[in-house]
């Protein structure tokens, strides 16, 4: 499946963005879609995933309670709200997609298909 990002760009403390990832198929719909992001000179890290079934989430600590993710199917599409963003939320951010299970969702390994990415920059 391809994966198309958008929706980065520059804020300011505190600020919010939706960032939104658009997938070309209809087997959209039986992924796990998540996102992960990578900060300069750091490696890539994972932020939030949505299963396919039942739409349950999971967030890394760090984004817990200010990132929101969701999925619409009929668009083909998986958001993340980002809202309260910190300077350390500045990073280039990814979408990913595959058939991956609870215990491994945090791996990117386990993910087939990714995103261009979409840079995100916070300022203080």
């Known amino acids: 499946v391809q994966l198309q990002a958008s929706g980065g760009g520059a804020v300011q403390t505190g600020g919010s963005l939706r960032l939104s990832c658009a997938a070309t198929t209809e087997s959209f719909r039986a992924y796990t879609m998540a996102w992960f992001r990578q900060a300069p000179g750091k490696e890539r890290e994972f932020v939030s995933a949505?299963?396919?079934?039942?739409?349950?989430?999971h967030y890394a600590d760090s984004v817990k309670g200010r990132f929101t993710i969701s999925r619409d199917g009929a668009k083909k599409t998986v958001y993340l709200q980002m809202n309260s963003l910190k300077p350390e939320d500045t990073a280039v951010y990814y979408c990913a997609a595959g058939n991956v299970i609870s215990s491994t969702l945090r791996d990117s390994s386990k993910y087939h298909s990714w995103g261009q990415g979409t840079l995100v920059t916070v300022s203080s």
């Open positions: 949505i299963r396919a079934s039942g739409g349950t989430t």
